[in-house]
């Protein structure tokens, strides 16, 4: 069975009326798309949906976005779409909303909860991407690549000098992981399979012997990790209790030779006291790919030579993003009753609002 309550539609004039069926004509339930996604993903929605998308991927107001949830019972979402107490309040017929991403901080999941609206996301599908571009980041900034690419663009080479962008190194240096996880655990196993570094890490709670010793990896104290990581890789969910958690007192504890990579969420650095202690040198370098506010970035950050700055494109290969737009698919046919997998979604994150 769907989520939360019977499957209901409503009809033009705004009635509720059955899922197949409405005054004697067959009907499908309409559901939204509320941002440009692979046509292919949308035409197989469409089996099963009637859907409104949005081929020209603009971003609605959330008066909008609300507007346009009107009469729809599911969404498929991304990261910039809120589904919130408002949002939900002004649309009650909504049974299931379905991120495009493993971050859900878009959703308020405790008000969904309330009015037995699922929410689901996309993990494991783009884990080892995620670490392949949190390790390429990090690498980028420890060697100073778009740092010394800048000034070669610029006409400035001249000749070579012995000191001439000078940076860390990777191999054999010290890993810290601030956040465990999925993604955490596979850039670890690169860190100390493939190049060879010492693993540090900190979580809210230590992993299982098996999976430390699978990473190679060693719980530490936060205090400790910023302290002894040459360079720091976060790969934290961000909530209330993570936000600004890397900020100015935090950024103390670390070496001045060592990088800091974000590739979380925007918000768990801070991003004014990350530029001040790059301008200062107090850490050597960072790698951002996620910004408070995005996609504005704050204009501090684009003043300091030693951040290699991306925007958001840590998942951004081709068979991840259709992996990741398949399975936000997957669980929006699912959680509405259709499919192989009716009323059981491959990834919810409140299954308790869903029927037995």
Known sequence: MAPGRSAQGEDAAGGRCGRTECAGVPM????????????????????????????SDRIWPKAELIERLHGKVGAFTTGSVPIDAEVLAANPQLRAVCNMAVGYNNFDVAACTARG????NTPDVLTETTADFGFALMMAAARRISESEHFLRRGEWTQWFYDMFVGSDIHGATLGILGMGRIGQAIARRGAHGFGM???????????????????????????????ADHLVIVLPYSSESHHAIGAAELALMKPSATLTNIARGGIVDDAALAKAL????????????FEGEPTVHPDLLTVPNVVLTP?????????????????????????????????PPSPLNPEVLRP
């Open 198 to 228: 010492r693993v540090i890490y900190h979580n809210r709670s230590r992993l299982d012997a098996a999976i430390e010793a699978e990473c190679k990896a060693s719980y530490v104290g936060k205090e400790q990790l910023l302290r002894d």
């Open 117 to 120: 609206v699922l929410c689901t």
């Open 312 to 344: 958001h494109i840590a998942s951004a290969s081709v068979a991840t993003r259709r992996a990741m737009a398949n399975l936000a698919a997957d669980n929006l046919i699912a959680a509405l009753g259709f499919g192989p997998n009716a009323g059981k």
């Open 279 to 290: 301008a200062e040198r107090r850490i050597a370098a960072a790698g951002l790919d996620v």
């Open 28 to 55: 499908k339930q309409s559901v939204l798309v509320t941002r440009a996604v692979f046509p292919d993903v949308v035409e197989r929605l469409r089996e099963h949906f009637e859907v409104e998308d949005n081929p």
